[in-house]
């Protein structure tokens, strides 16, 4: 009754024509936020590693590797191009708060052995970090050390 009182009709052609234009409006504003978020998500990184080590429960060759994530979740893939591997898949997690902005591979060693803990994205403080496995608990057991050397490859996007 009120809007017949302020002169508004209640199913006038131009109320219709504004709740469809806000419409439209408010699910392009949703569809852009969507893709920036998935976009901000994706993350690819070369990278030349000198020695051996260990994602995904697997040991892989020193070499050049591509290093990707995607998706909501973050899966991460590692692969050698040259040698036609067959992509190592690993979940992660996010975390912040790298130094520099520099792109890079964070690895966890153990006397010889090396595992990849992180990957940092360069163009902000986040990065993706990769759960300890099942060996690396028992390497860091075994270990006389307390915490493990920290080793940083640099990456290229």
Sequence with gaps: MWLR?????????GVKTIKGLLGCV?????????AAQ???QTLTLKASVPFDFVVGGRIVPAGDY?????GV?????????AKGMVPIFAVTSAVYGQRDGVASLTFHRYGGDYF????????????????IS????????????????????LARR
Aim: hydrophobic share 45%.
């Design 5 to 13: 009182q302020v002169g508004v009709q209640k199913s006038g052609c």
């Design 66 to 70: 591509v290093v990707s994530t995607s």
């Design 26 to 34: 408010s699910t392009a504003a949703l569809a852009i936020v969507l």
């Design 38 to 40: 998935v976009s901000a």
């Design 73 to 81: 979740l973050g899966v991460l893939q590692v692969w050698n191009e």
């Design 116 to 131: 990849l803990a992180a990957i940092w994205d360069g163009a902000g403080s986040g990065g993706r970090s990769i759960p």
């Design 134 to 153: 099942s060996t690396e608990k028992e390497k860091s057991k075994s270990a006389s050390m307390a915490k493990p050397d920290v080793v940083t490859v």
